[in-house]
């Protein structure tokens, strides 16, 4: 069974920096696209970062130059290392497996305030 487990969450003040780290079991980690997400109280959830098996990435405009999203295959791990951080990045960070029938994280908060 695959799972997918996120840390690295927390409490940080505007401008400081946090790192994601999501842990995935499987055999086939290598071969997927990873996906982070995030979801705030009221809004719908929103992709945020893409990396495909070759390392190619995306990002939405809302945090394009601010994060960046990172494989290490041998450690079956995907990160997101988010700088300068605002307090509309507060949300909810979950990671996404997308092979198969695709696998959820359970989320990891991040709250950004003063």
């Known amino acids: 069974q695959v799972q997918v487990v996120e840390s690295g969450g927390g409490l940080v003040q505007p401008g400081g920096s946090l790192r994601l780290s999501c842990a995935v079991s499987?055999?086939?980690?290598?071969?997927?696209?990873m996906e982070w997400y995030r979801r705030s109280p009221g809004k719908q959830r929103e992709l945020v970062a893409t990396i495909t098996d070759r390392g190619s990435t995306n990002y939405a405009a809302s945090v394009k130059g601010r994060f960046t999203i990172s494989r290490d295959n041998a450690k079956n791990t995907v990160y997101l290392q988010m700088n300068s951080l605002k307090p509309e990045d507060t949300a909810v960070y979950s990671c996404?497996?997308?092979w198969g029938r695709g696998y959820w994280g359970q989320g990891t908060q991040v709250t950004v305030s003063s």
């Open positions: 499987g055999s086939s980690f290598s071969r997927s696209v």
């Open positions: 996404y497996a997308a």
